[in-house]
């Protein structure tokens, strides 16, 4: 495969056509693994021909080649200064990784190196390569419409990486060392099904309201890093999740707190959408349904005729964990967001309820916030006076219930401030 590289140097304006044949060529090095002389996978040295890793090198220097060709490209054209922004962050992530891939590749100086650690880089510098080149598409096109951004972008994006993923987690099961202890496994099509699903639709929704809001002039540079750095961590998450299944057999090989942190990795993210919502979308229109003392925020009535600044009151919840269960109110509209964008999505019976009194010092009051899954009520401990208990380790284990995974242990508090809790 290496041998077919050209020797040429990248066109000074870069094409489609010659990015996407660099793009092919990195996917061959991950999947046939052609580079690598020896057989056994995953084992704690790989020996690599010394005419590959020159052909490795090489074909980094013209990837690299071809990023700088599409920057200068960029200059030359008209781009709002935020879109340039965040195209710039990918860039310099990728020049990053390639550099350090190739001082990784020199340093080796026996042509030894882990096969691990060297898949984890080819891999993170495809991913990146990946943005860059959906991103060039976009602009090439002078069209910005965040379907087409979607679609073309990050469609290929998932395709590609979980084509790598499968064979990477196909190889692992085979290795004595990768099981599980206990050869655990969690055989948990629906969980599998629901998380996918879950990161696939949060980073499309987050780049769709990306591609919306960051070309326009009114963003702030601080926003614009901010919201930038959440878009990265998500999509940094997703790729670390998806190593973990199994998408043949639908099966999770990752044991229950390694989940449980994946989770709530993805609550914490949706907290940083909704800071960016309740800034930079409140203002238009959304509507709150206040009853019988709750608050419920929709996220799919909009319309000129509904009121405007309703999401005040998440703005409002001083608690980080309340700020979180708000959040998971958003799993409603990225269902609609999927369904808009004709994504084959599994419809879950999800509603979540948020008592509105929860924060102390908000309403002067403090009641228990409810959640509702597949028709069982899930109750969260409030935070405790003086510092006591952990509400965090609180909403882990609530957030492990309600996927069924621990069981149905439930704590529920009301509101005096007492608690029960059964098994």
Not at 81 to 106: H, I
Not at 122 to 138: M, Y
Not at 197 to 212: D, E, G, P, Q
Not at 247 to 272: G, I
Request: aromatic content about 12%; proline content about 3%; charged content about 25%.
């Amino acid at each position: 495969m290496t041998s077919e590289i050209s020797d040429q140097d990248p066109p000074k304006v870069s094409t489609i056509d010659y990015l996407e044949a660099l793009g092919i060529g990195l996917s061959e090095f991950l999947v046939t693994r052609s580079w690598i002389s020896t057989e056994p996978i995953f084992q704690d040295e790989v020996n690599i021909d010394p005419a590959y890793t020159q052909k490795l090198l090489q074909y980094i220097e013209k990837l690299r080649g071809a990023v700088s060709s599409i920057v200068a490209d960029f200059n030359t054209q008209q781009l709002k200064d935020s879109f340039n922004t965040f195209f710039m962050y990918f860039v310099n992530q990728f020049q990053k990784d390639a550099r350090d891939l190739s001082r990784v590749l020199l340093a080796s100086g026996e042509s030894k190196l882990e096969e691990a650690k060297l898949f984890d880089y080819l891999t993170r510098l495809q991913v990146v390569f990946l943005k860059i080149v959906g991103i060039f598409e976009v602009i090439e096109s002078e069209e910005y419409p965040e379907i087409k951004y979607i679609k073309d972008f990050l469609d290929k994006y998932r395709e590609s990486l979980v084509e790598v993923v499968s064979k990477k987690v196909e190889e692992a099961k085979k290795l004595e060392q990768m099981e599980l202890e206990g050869n655990e496994k969690f055989e948990a099509q629906e969980l599998v099904e629901f998380l996918s699903l879950l990161f696939l639709t949060i980073t499309k929704t987050l780049f769709s309201y990306l591609t919306v809001y960051l070309i326009t002039e009114s963003i702030t540079p601080s926003v614009k890093h901010y919201i930038t750095n959440s878009i990265a961590r998500t999509l940094a998450i997703t790729t670390d999740l998806l190593e973990y299944f199994d998408v043949s057999s639908k099966t999770v090989l990752m044991k229950p707190d390694m989940l449980l942190n994946f989770l709530f990795q993805v609550f914490a993210e949706l907290k940083v959408f909704v800071d960016f919502t309740q800034h930079y979308i409140a203002s238009t229109s959304f509507e709150v349904a206040r009853q019988g003392g709750r608050a419920t925020p929709s996220f799919l009535q909009v319309g000129e005729d509904k009121p405007k600044g309703v999401l005040e009151l998440i703005s409002n919840r001083k608690c980080v964990v309340c700020q979180m269960l708000y959040a998971s109110s958003l799993w409603e509209y990225i269902q609609q967001l999927a369904h808009d964008l004709e994504l084959q999505i599994k419809t879950y019976d999800v509603q979540f309820t948020i008592d509105a009194g929860w924060c102390r010092g908000v309403y002067g009051i403090r009641r228990t916030p409810t959640l509702k899954y597949q028709d069982k009520l899930y109750w969260i401990t409030p935070v405790k006076e003086q510092g006591e208990g952990d509400p965090h380790r609180t909403v882990k284990r609530e957030l492990l219930n309600l996927l069924g995974i621990l069981g149905t242990y439930q704590t529920q508090s009301d509101s005096n401030g007492g608690e029960k809790s059964g098994n």
